[in-house]
């Protein structure tokens, strides 16, 4: 169950989005207080004893850092720094109350988007802001044929360059997984030759024992067989010379 700090979160940050997806004026200054109040919110949620789970503090912490990330936007002075700015916002990635079917930060950041893709267009025309959609397709009808198409190429350009972009993120996503594929893989393939290396030097252990044993068995043999052959060597020098004084006495010199 969420404890009162978390609701009261909630109920912030729901409020928070839903000024977001206005369009808000230089005097509205709510947003940016509610805000740091958000960041004070979390800090205490992360402290809390009754705190969420880390996949929950991780999508909260991404959808205040998306607002934060809104407001510094919004205080560039061009709309192409503006629109740059914005494509590196991430947005959360869950509904923040049971009611969305969308998540509040996904569609704030579309309209945001959106917007600063029509001011960096009414910028480079130099038709200046537009305020309301109709009000822009009114001005563009009252253009001259020569700038209704340009601003039609405009748009293609725009929408090309959206896709480029949208394109490299995948890509970009893309090889991150593969690289995440093939860095497990080397970390199983490690892993394996560990473990034969450590079976290996353990074999090795085995058989220098094996070896010492042997060797040793080895030497007290060779100490027996030079003993035996030692005792047999003086045996037989001392039945030859017995037998040489027995020859003599039985067989004298010749005079």
């Given amino acids: 169950m969420a404890s009162r700090l978390?609701?009261?979160?909630?109920?912030?940050?729901?409020?928070?989005?839903?000024?977001?997806?206005?369009?808000?004026?230089e005097a509205e200054w709510r947003l940016e207080k509610y805000v740091g109040a958000l960041e004070e919110m979390l800090v205490a949620l992360r402290k809390n004893p009754s705190k969420p789970t880390p996949e929950v503090l991780t999508e909260y912490t991404r959808k205040v850092d998306f607002l934060k990330g809104l407001l510094e936007a919004e205080k560039l002075s061009s709309a192409t720094e503006k629109a740059l700015a914005n494509q590196f916002l991430a947005p959360g990635r869950t509904p923040t109350i049971a009611n969305e079917r969308?998540?509040?930060?996904?569609?704030?950041?579309?309209?945001?988007?959106?917007?600063?893709?029509?001011?960096?267009?009414?910028?480079?025309?130099?038709?200046?802001?537009?305020?309301?959609?109709?009000?822009?397709?009114?001005?563009?009808?009252?253009?001259?044929?020569?700038?209704?198409?340009?601003?039609?190429?405009?748009?293609a350009v725009l929408q090309h360059h959206?896709?480029?972009?949208?394109?490299?993120?995948?890509?970009?996503?893309?090889?991150?997984?593969?690289?995440?594929?093939?860095?497990?893989?080397?970390?199983?393939?490690?892993?394996?030759?560990?473990?034969?290396?450590?079976?290996?030097?353990?074999?090795?252990?085995?058989?220098?024992?094996?070896l010492k044993t042997e060797s040793e068995r080895l030497e007290q043999h060779t100490k027996k067989s030079v003993n035996w052959l030692l005792w047999l060597m003086l045996i037989l020098v001392s039945f030859t010379f017995i037998s040489m004084i027995l020859f003599i006495r039985i067989f004298p010199r010749l005079r």
């Avoid at 912030?12 to 206005?22: D, F, P, Q, T």
């Avoid at 950041?109 to 009414?122: F, L, N, P, V, Y």
């Avoid at 896709?163 to 995948?170: D, P, T, V």
């Fill in 6 to 25: 978390e609701i009261n979160f909630v109920r912030l940050l729901s409020r928070c989005e839903s000024i977001a997806s206005v369009k808000r004026g």
């Fill in 102 to 155: 969308m998540p509040a930060t996904k569609m704030v950041h579309m309209q945001t988007k959106a917007r600063c893709t029509g001011e960096m267009r009414d910028e480079l025309l130099g038709t200046g802001l537009s305020g309301k959609g109709t009000s822009d397709l009114r001005n563009r009808r009252g253009l001259p044929l020569d700038e209704r198409q340009s601003a039609a190429e405009l748009d």
């Fill in 162 to 210: 959206h896709n480029l972009q949208e394109k490299l993120a995948e890509d970009m996503l893309n090889l991150a997984r593969n690289l995440k594929n093939n860095t497990l893989a080397a970390q199983n393939i490690i892993k394996q030759d560990n473990q034969t290396l450590s079976q290996s030097m353990r074999q090795a252990d085995l058989n220098f024992e094996k």
